[in-house]
């Protein structure tokens, strides 16, 4: 009455490590970084523990730990000062973002690299991703894309490598495409949002960015959780149109989608594991109902297992320490 087939011989000891499937390396993180125009000291962002906003002349300092953990990359979000209903502090030349990332490539040139999100909803005093008629509440899809061409060449003017544009207007990655490659920045590769979820996992985000709106909310343009073939949809166009790498976003409650389009697309797919999957864990780990660093290993390894090639994170520091 023995088993036909013994699944338990591999488990234990060195062969479990020799036949593991999936690996994370440091390689694989993106540190998401706020760099705050209104302040003058660190500011904690009250839910999401161990992240700052940092004042503009501190954000060198926090590219270089992450960078001096190995971390290859940064997001980049700015919070201005100055916020109008078209989010003209988007694209200045010496607005929060584009100060930031000189500030960042004077300290560490090529030893990090510098990805900015691209959105206006930080710089909207509506905080709203795109042109707004306040007629209608619509969120003015066309009049938006210009702008966010515009900010994008701006981004890579004062260093970026990458854009990474969230907003999801349609026709963004061309749009963008086309003002890069004016400015003769045919190189620089955009890294697309591609799969955008409307979700309420962005929570703790709003809270750090200042970007909750104040009238209507995001569904007009974000994609509704109950939808998949759409997703495939939303990534073939921006791959058309331009993205060398696309992104799933929420990361753990979407990745039958990060499978889908790994699987459909094959190209360099990414995740963000956003704000509210960070705040959940360590909530729970503050109340010591979870052993944080494994959930963090865990979380992070099923998002690579699913078919991630890198993963933006606010654990990435964290995850960078364990992997030393
Ligand atoms: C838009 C943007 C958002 C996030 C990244 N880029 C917010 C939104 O769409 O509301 C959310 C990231 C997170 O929750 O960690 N600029």
Redesign the pocket.
């Known amino acids: 009455m023995f088993p036909e087939h013994r699944m338990r011989r591999l488990r234990s000891g060195k062969i479990r490590d020799l036949v593991r499937e999936t690996s994370l390396s440091v390689d694989d993180l993106i540190y ?1 970084v706020f760099a705050n125009e209104t302040i003058d000291a660190p500011q904690e962002v009250a839910s999401m523990p161990g992240i700052y906003n940092l004042p503009v002349e501190r954000i060198a300092d926090e590219a270089k730990e992450a960078a001096d953990l190995g971390i290859p990359a940064i997001l980049l ?1 700015g919070i201005p000062e100055k916020k109008d209903e078209h989010g003209s502090s988007a694209w200045g030349d010496d607005d929060v973002v584009q100060r930031a990332i000189r500030e960042i490539k004077n300290e560490l040139g090529k030893d990090m690299l510098v990805i900015t ?1 691209v ?1 206006l ?2 710089y909207t005093s509506h905080g709203h ?1 795109g042109m707004v008629d306040f007629d209608t509440e619509e969120i003015m899809n066309d009049p938006t894309l210009p702008l966010l061409g515009k900010t994008a060449v701006s981004h890579v003017k004062a260093g970026a490598d990458m854009v990474a544009p ?2 999801m207007m349609d026709g963004m990655i061309s749009a963008i495409r086309s003002a890069l490659d004016e400015n003769n920045y045919y190189n620089i590769p955009i890294m697309s949002y591609a799969a ?1 979820y409307s979700s309420s ?2 929570g ?3 809270d750090a ?1 200042g ?1 909750g709106c104040c009238f209507g909310d ?1 569904s007009t343009h ?1 994609m509704d959780p109950a939808n998949s073939d759409e997703a495939l949809m939303e990534a073939a166009l921006d791959i058309e149109e331009g993205a060398d790498i696309i992104m799933v976003k929420p990361a753990l409650p979407y990745l039958d989608i990060l499978y889908r389009l790994k699987t459909e697309f094959e190209i360099p797919t990414a995740a ?1 594991n ?3 999957e960070y705040s959940m864990l360590k909530a729970a780990a503050q109340n010591g109902w979870l052993d944080e660093k494994k959930v963090m290993y865990e979380s992070l390894m099923s998002i690579k297992r699913a078919g991630a090639d890198m993963i933006i994170t606010y654990f990435a520091k964290e995850m960078a320490e364990m992997l030393k």
Do not use: H, M, N, T
Request: net charge positive; glycine share 8%; proline share 9%.
């Open positions: 998401p979000f999100d959105c909803c930080e991703c969230s907003g955008k996992f962005y703790p985000f709003r960015a970007s995001r974000q963000y956003v704000s509210g």
